[in-house]
């Protein structure tokens, strides 16, 4: 039982330049959902999937796009890089809804020259 | 500000001393979730207290909960040095995301 997991660990990108951040779980969560840290700051909630086949927008959703391709996997794609995308980027999964407990990822360090 | 924002910003202590932490926040919340975050690693959950709910306990920790001042504090009992994490209050306001407060860094010295 593996929890969350992303990849790629670490990135590094040209600005301009396309990604795809993959994050899979094995808990059977009907919910998941793409943060990005910060330094110093907490968590934002870029995406979020609360079910197979739908996924709404966060609090910061500008120059994401996302796909919940099945219940296990759920994707986030930045089409052209920026700078200020520079961030660590957490997938999490969760139960039915965000009253339930969530299962962090052990994130992605993006770096955007 | 943050809905939710822990104080201290940071507190470093020595092990076996209790260290207190808290998180203030601004509109009222069904549940209130408490994370840590060690170094360069995912956020692992500690304990949710519901809205209802005064003071609940997992082992070392200890969660309180006063909506009418809109706060929570988490205590740690017994700090070990294996408790130095970064510590996140997030709060579910009903509007279908979790707000994560900036955290408090906590230092454990052996």
């Known amino acids: 039982n593996a929890g969350v997991t992303q990849t790629p660990k670490f990135q590094v990108l040209k600005t301009g330049q396309s990604m795809t951040l993959q994050c899979a779980q094995d808990m059977n969560h009907n919910s998941m959902y793409w943060y990005r840290q910060d330094p110093g700051m907490g968590l934002r909630l870029i995406y979020y999937?609360?079910?197979?086949?739908?996924?709404d927008k966060g609090e910061v959703p500008n120059g994401y796009n996302v796909s919940r391709l099945n219940k296990r996997e759920f994707s986030l794609r930045l089409e052209s890089a920026a700078p200020s995308q520079t961030s660590v980027y957490f997938c999490?999964?969760?139960?039915?809804?965000?009253?339930?407990?969530?299962?962090f990822g052990p994130g992605t360090r993006l770096t955007v020259l | 500000s943050q809905q939710g924002e822990e104080d201290p910003q940071a507190l470093s202590i020595q092990e076996g001393e209790n260290a207190t932490m808290n998180c203030s926040y601004k509109?009222?919340?069904?549940?209130l979730q408490w994370y840590r975050q060690n170094s360069g690693r995912g956020l692992v959950h500690l304990i949710l207290?519901?809205?209802?709910?005064r003071e609940k306990h997992s082992g070392r920790l200890r969660v309180t909960l006063d909506t009418s001042k809109k706060s929570s504090s988490l205590l740690i009992t017994a700090s070990r040095a294996a408790d130095t994490a970064s510590y996140f209050c997030a709060t579910d306001t009903g509007r279908r995301a979790l707000t994560f407060g900036s955290g408090t860094r906590l230092q454990v010295q052996p």
């Open positions: 207290i519901r809205s209802n709910e």
């Open positions: 509109t009222s919340i069904n549940n």
């Open positions: 999937s609360a079910s197979e086949g739908t996924t």
């Open positions: 999490a999964s969760g139960g039915r809804d965000f009253t339930d407990t969530q299962y």
